[in-house]
């Protein structure tokens, strides 16, 4: 599914969205729509140079190892059926990995962070280590984990500059996060990001 095109201008000034940047846990039921879902991963990892390669985060050796997975709850996304997505920077487009509303075994999964279920969009940050240690050994581990803060970060700030506001969770349990997503076992999930209306 082909999303609609981002935005490169906003209303709201970076310093803004610095200062007002806070990890929420408490997210209204308000659904989002599919052009706040496509500027947000877009700002995660979407293509922005002319050349179209380029990534919004930085990637060491522009290797980008990095995957980003959509968990789309029930009537929580404009047109969109709930399920697993995964982006596809080239196209900017989303496809289906598993179909159903997993927010609540997500949430299971991160150790018991019940009010993650809350959100609309849950976005998981994964990295394949092999697309990056290929060239530069175990120290590709590190940078790849460095990746994972600076999307978490560009998602922070996007989700704020958009009237949103953004979670952040490193503890959860790989394994169990990896089966209810359906994702490549390869691709080992570093961040989730639940994102949505702050209640
Ligand atoms: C790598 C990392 C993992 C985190 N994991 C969790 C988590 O599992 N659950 C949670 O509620 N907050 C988590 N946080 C959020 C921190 O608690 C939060 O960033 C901190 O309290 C500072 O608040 P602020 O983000 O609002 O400035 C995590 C933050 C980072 C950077």
């Not at 929580?76 to 047109?79: D, G, S, V, Y």
């Given at each position: 599914m082909h999303l609609p095109d981002p935005m490169?201008?906003?209303?709201?000034s970076l310093e803004r969205t610095i200062h007002k940047r806070r990890t929420i846990r408490s997210f209204e039921s308000k659904a989002l729509t599919l052009k706040q879902l496509s500027q947000v991963l877009w700002a995660a990892q979407g293509i922005t140079d002319i050349g179209e390669f380029k990534r919004a985060a930085p990637s060491a050796g522009a290797l980008y190892p990095m995957d980003i997975y959509g968990v789309v709850g029930k009537d929580?996304?404009?047109?969109m059926d709930p399920g697993i997505y995964l982006y596809e920077p080239a196209g900017h487009s989303i496809s289906l990995v598993k179909e159903g509303d997993f927010r609540r075994d997500i949430a299971i999964a991160s150790l018991g962070q019940i009010w993650m279920a809350h959100a609309p969009l849950t976005l998981v940050i994964t990295a394949e280590y092999s697309r990056i240690t290929v060239k530069y050994g175990q120290r590709g581990i590190r940078y790849a984990i460095m990746e994972a803060g600076h999307i978490g970060q560009n998602i922070f700030l996007q989700s704020q500059a958009m009237g949103l506001e953004a979670g952040i969770v490193g503890a959860f349990e790989d394994q169990e996060v990896i089966q209810v997503m359906g994702?490549?076992?390869?691709?080992?999930?570093l961040l989730l990001m639940p994102v949505g209306y702050k209640r």
């Open positions: 490169i201008d906003g209303d709201v929580c996304i404009e047109k994702s490549k076992k390869t691709h080992e999930p």
